[in-house]
């Protein structure tokens, strides 16, 4: 088997009392783009800064190439980081800001420097920008020298710490793509940080959920957003309908649940459940269809709202109980009308595709249920 | 007009200033220029006189002397000064605050009571003598008294706050992702400090070196009660031309001189921190 390139190992983190990193392991392949993805303040960032050095650990080991690192001080690993505010020395122009690492570590004449940095320049297309300041750039450009200073070193990780935080909407877009291009071109492995979910889902290879210091799930985007493994990452992940059910049949394959008097069968089994059991059933709001007549294994409900949000429309709905306390509220976004043209009031026939829903176990103190 | 509505809060400073500062500032530089009688009085009559003769070689080696001092006191406090602005601003808030406030005690006690202070400390029969010489360790008082040290003793000590405290500031401010990311690219502490938060922290330096340069040209009674008056100073030489010599002509040429002197060591400040400026402002 292959050696993984870097291995967390059981890693634990304390800041005073607060357990900030809970039993962290996980390997990070060589080439690959490993994203970081939690809410603010899961330890994302805390975790990477153990990977740089910038934090010690409290118990566990991180190996590179199977060797611990962990009681190497930051400049003495070789990963580099990209910090959020992209830390350039404001009192050195950009030549000396890339040229920072082989300087410090006297790797490299000036000679071999000014060519190297003219290739590190060129790959994140800022040639001629050498003799400019930090403050003379502009937010998209400072982090591409960021970038270019980082990658001279030729680490054997890349570390970003939500590099495009800062940057406007379109900037964003544009960067994910160029980052995504320079991992390729240098084929550096890259470990991502960031809370948007998209942006994970967008470029990494594999991506590891984080919650409050744990690690949820750890998958390729594909996987995370349609197989979650738990409910936090089901809601976190993608935009589901999540509703609490009662397990009434569980078979490898396939599930009866019960919502109210309503019962449907559903096609996942990932997850050993028992008859009797409650559970809850997340979908895709996307995955959802519509119908005005009847159709097999469909929630009856009623039609609250519909809104038209340019390519999308969305549909709120009410399932239909026998009593009125506690309907839950259902949404639905479809993509084009289709042939059911409901108005507020209607009955409506709720179905969706099987690889649209997962049936989880329910956690203990889960308040996530919306009821109309 | 709206340029002066807008500008009119500032009218009463300028008033302050001009009063305060403005008038005296431009009757010593016409005085410097005027004669005075047999009795000390001015006389209104121009001449060059007074700056010939500040001009004189012993002259001259009183403002040899004067920058001597200042530039020494302004080389001590920031030996002394950076390292305890440094160590201060890495403690945590709470050691912090009570440190700067022991910084700043002294400020409330008279400047020259606590001069007074390092007489009794220092002199033949002071504390320090008193007891090496219980112990046997010397058989005579050592002369630590009228010394061109013990004046630069003195006066950094009572200029160091000003050090301190303006190169704090500007460790203070300094981005912490900076040293990180030095770090993070392979600098040891060693290397981070010199390229990092040395070249940073200039502004703090140049700002204190100016704060405590300026002062220390002109404060005169701790060259009076440490020194002894062996070593005369800019300040000594106007406060007994002005009270003593009765010549106040000269004693504004060299105040002139002195002014001069202020006026070189802030440009070069100002040069200095220009270029910062703008990078720091990010």
Redesign the interface.
Known sequence: MKKPLLSLVNLNKYFGDFHVLRDISFDIEKGEFLTLLGPSGCGKTTLLRCISGLESIDSGDILLNGESIKDLAPNRRNVNTVFQNYALFPHLNVYDNICYGPRVKRTLTEEQLKEKVREALDLVQMSGYENRMPHQLSGGQRQRIAIARALINQPDILLLDEPLGALDLRLRKHMQAELLQLQKVTGTTFVYVTHDQDEALNMSDRIVVINQGEVQQLGTPLDIYNNPKNLFVAEFIGDRNILEVDVLEWAEGSAKVGLGSQVVQIGNGRHQLYAGERAVLAVHKDKMRISCTPVPNALVTEALSIHYAGSQIRIELAVVHETEAGRERITVILYQQGDCECRPGDTVWVSWDADGAVLLPLEPGWQGRVLV | MKALRQNALAIPILIWFGLLVGIPLVYVVVVSFLSRDDLGNIVWQFTLDNYRRILDPVYLRVFVNSFMLAFLTGLVTLLIGYPVAYITSKLDPKRRSLAIGLIILPFWISSLLRTYGWVILLGNWGIINNVLMALGLVDQPLQMMYRFGTTLVGTAYMLIPFMIIAVYNSVDKL?K??L?????????KR?TFL??VL??TIPGIAGGFTLVFMPALGLYFISDLLGGGQTVFLGNLIHTLVNRGRNRPLAAAFSVGMIVMVILVVSIYSRLTKN?K?????
Not at chain 2, 278 to 282: A, C, K, N, P, V
């Open positions: 981005d992702s900076l990180e990311a030095s770090y993070d690219l392979g600098a040891s290397q390229r990092v070249p940073l910062q703008e990078g720091l402002l990010l």
